[in-house]
């Protein structure tokens, strides 16, 4: 960390993984001192970040080393991915998570760090009121009584609470966002943990004009999705609030996965047929954002529309796909 007084600083954890990243942009452009921390570096391009440590936060040391001198800190570390990933390892997600979370926020009291926020996830929203793809929009207040997503959901919040507590007994100015899928540039496209939007832009990328591509479930499943820029613009509205139960942080927009299909395909000009496939993991039937308190905390909501956030993010997806292909004459050789 440069030791200049007159900066911010803030740490940033999971800063090679997708939002952390842009975060990290987001706040070298705010003029911040930014440290990174994550176990591995950025995949897609170099950290802006002054100091970077890579270190696994599952061990309390390393927690304590990135949490001193920082007056903000960004906790966006966890083991996470779509709904395939999810819901196959419950024991290893609820495991790490737990063990990165609790030692972070013990850590940053330890350091006295003035600001903690976390990032929780709408899966923390019980199943019982996301059973319908015309679900009423979730409301901060609906979390309880819970039924969250297993391992994953659980374990967000239980560490929802954690903030509570610290909140409450040290006076730690905790923060708790509760992100509802996030999509957008440099975000993982492949390898099992992408979620839908990166998933189906990827599957169009790679399909000839009229073919079909495999998509999960029936198709009229729903969503609202947030641009990733939308994203870390209300994530540091939140920290610098005085709020601190938890927020959503979405769109209101509802859309389908059939809709999602169709937008990426109009925006990649290839006509592509569905093949659904109720035998793959669908989560929740319906889930969107109510952001009336989002609205009174901040006057302020993401409002970029995915049939926008979706053209610069499927030409980054086509992009890094057309990268990884075999040129012509290449397979013509073999
Ligand atoms: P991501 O997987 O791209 O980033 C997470 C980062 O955490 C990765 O770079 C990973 O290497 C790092 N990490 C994992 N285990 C670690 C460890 N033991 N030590 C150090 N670093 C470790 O995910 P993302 O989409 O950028 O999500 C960021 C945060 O937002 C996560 O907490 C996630 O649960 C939450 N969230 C994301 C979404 C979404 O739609 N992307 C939705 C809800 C909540
Ligand atoms: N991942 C994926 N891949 N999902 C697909 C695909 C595909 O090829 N085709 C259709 N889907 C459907 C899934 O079946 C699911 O019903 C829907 O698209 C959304 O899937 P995801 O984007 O993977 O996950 P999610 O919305 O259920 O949960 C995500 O968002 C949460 C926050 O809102 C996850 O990323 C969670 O980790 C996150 O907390």
Redesign the pocket.
Known sequence: MENDMSRKSALVTGAAGFIGHHLVKYLVRKGYDVRGADIKPPAFEASPASDFAICDLRDFDNCRAVTADVEEIYHLAAD???????SGSHATIAINNTLINAHMIQAAKKNNAKRFLFSS???IYPLYLQTKPDVTPLREEDAWPAQP?EG??LE?LFMEKLCQYFHEDYGMETRSVR????YGPLGTYDGGR????A??CR?IALAQDGDTI????D?Q?T?SFMYVDDCVEGIFRIMQSDHAAPLNL?TDELVT?DQ?VDTVAAIAGKRVGKAHDVS?????RG?NSDNTRLREVLGWEPTMMVRDGLVPTYAWIEAQVRAEAPMPHAIAAE
Do not use: T
């Not at 495999?214 to 479930?217: K, S």
């Open positions: 996470m991915g779509g709904i395939g990933y999810i996830s709408a899966c997503e994953y959901g967000k992100f509802h899928n996030v992408e979620k839908a939007p998933a189906i599957k495999e998509i999960w479930g198709g499943q969503r979405g996965v999602l793959k993991p669908q989560g929740v889930r």
